[in-house]
């Protein structure tokens, strides 16, 4: 069992070790455990930043399919990426929709309507990045599931 599922007190029984493409886990796999194993809450991690973007047209083939099949879901997607330092509130603001528009570039303009985005600063990378976790939440319709948890810590 790795350390992160030791820290998170996560039982081995729930962490399945894959070693596939990213977009056919996410194609096939996540929709196998929603359709077939009737697992209605997912959480995904990518924390690559260099290309954790690529894999959003992945979740939108998904959201697609799992709402043309109308099946509940609660999918949350923590995408990793690089944008600009800042060094006032207006520049926090810009840079933080400059990673907005990011995401919609990789998934589509229809983004923001089909889910919920919270960003927030990770750590500093160089003299002009910083490093960025964009959770991007989707729900079914017909879903009522209790809303996300905040860390206190984190704000937006």
Known sequence: MNFSAKRGKISKDAITILNKDGHVVIKEDLLNLIENEKVEKIECLANLPGG??????????????????????DVTFHCYLFGPKFSSA?????????VRETLKESYGPELEKEAEISIR???DISVDNL??????????????????????????
């Not at 939108?60 to 799992?66: G, H, M, T």
């Not at 207006?90 to 400059?98: G, L, N, Q, S, V």
């Not at 490093?131 to 996300?148: F, K």
């Open 52 to 73: 954790a973007v690529f894999f959003l047209s992945s979740f939108k083939d998904l959201i697609k399919i799992l709402d043309s099949k109308k099946l509940c879901y």
């Open 90 to 98: 207006e520049e926090r603001f810009e840079a933080r929709e400059k």
């Open 121 to 123: 600063e990770v750590r």
């Open 131 to 156: 490093q960025y976790c964009a959770s991007i939440r989707w729900t079914s319709s017909e879903n009522i599931l209790e809303p996300p948890q905040k860390r206190s810590r984190i704000s937006e």
